[in-house]
């Protein structure tokens, strides 16, 4: 069973950048999704890579300042957020799935998450 884990989150100017891991066997087969959910809002789709790397897809919110990248030698796959924004703010989760060509950007998609990351953003 894939059990993702992350690391990285932690307290950031705007303006600033991080970097977030997330770590399991198994995830070399797997589609790999982050996703984020903010107080008192949904969850909602960050960005995708397929499994082979090769696709990769990003929500509008981030496009161009978020870069997602796996190494599936160490089964990790990263999110490189910069340029980050207050409305960033959220937990991030870590998930894996079926690896369709182009990573799906709906939840039910993905079959295993994290327990998820504190990314706080202050103005």
């Known amino acids: 069973q894939v059990q993702p884990v992350e690391s990285g989150g932690g307290l950031v100017q705007a303006g600033g950048s991080l970097r977030l891991s997330c770590a399991a066997s198994?995830?070399?087969?797997?589609?790999m999704g982050w996703f984020r959910q903010a107080p008192g809002k949904e969850r909602e789709f960050v960005a995708g890579?397929?499994?082979?790397?090769?696709?990769?897809n990003y929500a509008d919110s981030v496009q161009g300042r978020f870069t997602i990248s796996r190494n599936n030698a160490k089964n990790t796959v990263d999110l490189q957020m910069n340029s980050l924004k207050p409305e960033d703010t959220a937990v991030y989760y870590c998930?894996?799935?079926?690896?369709?060509?182009?990573?799906?950007?709906?939840?039910?998609?993905?079959?295993?998450w994290g327990q998820g990351t504190q990314v706080t953003v202050s103005s």
């Open positions: 998930a894996a799935g079926s690896p369709y060509i182009t990573p799906r950007t709906m939840g039910a998609a993905y079959d295993y």
């Open positions: 198994g995830l070399t087969l797997k589609n």
């Open positions: 890579i397929s499994w082979s790397g090769g696709g990769t």
